[in-house]
């Protein structure tokens, strides 16, 4: 796969990702009691935590490709 289409692949992903994950964390914040010192916990770590499942995400979006799909291309050049 080319660097072009995983970073393509790798944004809708990631745009998917973060719609879900936002309307979980509002779902799941209607659940919990109405209090400030709550609140403001839960959306510390809701508001950081989305980030940790999508390292891998741009790990693999970000790599470079690998020299065997380059030696490919260049005999075929």
Partial sequence: MTPRIRKL?????MLVF???YAA???IVADLLPRHPAIDLVYFLIVG????LPLFPLMK???REPSPK???ARTEAD
């Fill in 9 to 13: 692949v790798g944004m809708l992903a």
């Fill in 18 to 20: 973060l719609v879900a």
């Fill in 24 to 26: 979980a964390a509002i």
């Fill in 48 to 51: 950081v935590a989305w980030g």
């Fill in 60 to 62: 693999w979006m970000n």
């Fill in 69 to 71: 799909g380059e030696a």
